[in-house]
């Protein structure tokens, strides 16, 4: 029996990354992956990867701002699973336009994908939970939640405004045995970060502000979110919990 048997789980920005890391982690501990991603059919990809070695699933074309979409996703998935036991709101984007040249469009942009699908999804997902007797939500924010960020003032309101949104949402749902946390990944490898992490600009700025002195791995990421995901974390709720090598240590 793996941790998550049975279980079903919509996880978000799967396609790719921290998240196709996390459905393929999840599928191996027995639970069905819903697969979402603006990239259907990378979506379909992992979904296919997971049946490989014997997980379950189903995949989605799913642009997280579309809230019609969310409860269409929900929807699918009672149907054929019976229930929603966690949501996993990974996807996000990322900007570093500074607060003084950020245009009215290019700010709603970043918070409809990385708060406003956060209100979206838990208000498609809670009914299915309460009728499974409880869940668990996973946001994914960002050390710019935590530390303040620089020079992305869009991208840092939104994942400073998840990590509150998670403590409250915590305080309303945990008498329904619902648990709410968020992960603040630090600098993690993935296609969407490479670009700038491996620039030589800033590969030394970055690497001065690890104390782990490595940039971290999605799957590292991933395990993190099968942890507060899991009965493990079971009596864990409203957690900001940073995974970044101890850049939030400094």
């Known amino acids: 029996m793996g941790r998550l048997q049975d279980r079903v789980a919509i996880i978000t920005g799967a396609a790719s990354g921290m998240g196709k890391e996390a459905a393929l982690l999840f599928a191996k501990e027995g639970a069905i992956i819903i697969a979402t991603d603006m990239n259907g059919a990378g979506a379909e990809a992992v979904v296919q990867q997971m049946e490989a070695f014997g997980g379950r699933g189903l995949a989605f074309e799913h642009n997280v701002t579309d809230e019609a979409t969310w409860h269409t996703i929900v929807k699918k998935a009672v149907e054929k699973y019976g229930k929603v036991d966690i949501l996993v709101n990974n996807a996000g984007v990322s900007q570093s336009i ?15 994908v990385n708060l406003k699908s956060i209100l979206f999804g838990v208000q498609a997902t809670l009914p299915a939970m309460r009728q499974a007797g409880g869940g668990s939500i996973v946001n994914i924010s960002s050390i710019a939640g935590l530390t303040g960020g620089s020079g992305a003032g869009a991208y840092t309101a939104s994942k400073s405004g998840l990590r509150g949104l998670t403590k409250a949402l915590a305080n309303d749902y945990g008498k329904e045995n619902i648990r709410v946390n968020s992960i603040h990944p630090g600098y993690i490898m993935t296609p969407m970060s490479e670009p700038y992490l491996e620039a030589e600009q800033y590969k030394q700025w970055f ?22 995901a899991s009965d493990d974390a079971s009596f864990i709720t409203g957690v900001e919990l940073p995974v970044d090598g101890g850049v939030t240590a400094i």
């Open 98 to 112: 500074s607060f003084e040249d950020v245009k009215a469009d290019e700010w709603d942009f970043v918070m409809d």
């Open 207 to 228: 690497m001065a502000n690890t104390p782990l002195k490595r940039y971290g791995k999605p799957e590292e990421i991933a395990k993190a979110m099968l942890f507060l």
